[in-house]
């Protein structure tokens, strides 16, 4: 398994934005497909965004189109997700998670196929 460590989440105003980050300390996150999900409270996980090896390769959750911008930077070991527009809704814990990936545009929001899972980070949209 991979470690993961997600930070930049926070309290918003509704209509601000935010960027998400998910570092890999101890291996080369390039070799890893990356996935961002969310959990609001009393409601299931669901997938926000996947990005393969191949870094134009993405797929978001209808749902998040427009507002949601998935991204990597392999030589700093990171993963991002930007928010914008943000909306109560958008009240969750985020995570990232990673697995090793099968081709270079293997993407997939199935969280079932992902085995390394971050701590989560909090985003709270209030005004």
């Known amino acids: 398994q991979v470690q993961l460590v997600e930070s930049g989440g926070g309290l918003v105003q509704p209509g601000g934005s935010l960027r998400l980050s998910c570092f890999a300390p101890?291996?080369?996150?390039?070799?890893?497909?990356i996935a961002w999900f969310r959990q609001a409270p009393g409601k299931e996980r669901e997938g926000v965004s996947c990005?393969?090896?191949?870094?134009?390769?993405?797929q978001y959750t209808d749902s998040m189109k427009g507002r949601f911008t998935i991204s990597r930077d392999n030589a700093k070991n990171t993963a991002y997700l930007e928010i914008s527009s943000l909306k109560s809704e958008d009240t969750a814990v985020y995570y990232c998670?990673?697995?090793?990936?099968?081709?270079?545009?293997?993407?997939?929001?199935?969280?079932?196929?992902?085995?390394?899972w971050g701590q989560g980070t909090q985003v709270t949209v209030s005004s």
């Open positions: 990005i393969a090896r191949r870094p134009t390769t993405t």
């Open positions: 101890a291996v080369s996150l390039a070799d890893y497909a």
């Open positions: 998670a990673a697995r090793g990936a099968f081709s270079d545009d293997f993407c997939t929001l199935d969280r079932w196929f992902f085995p390394s």
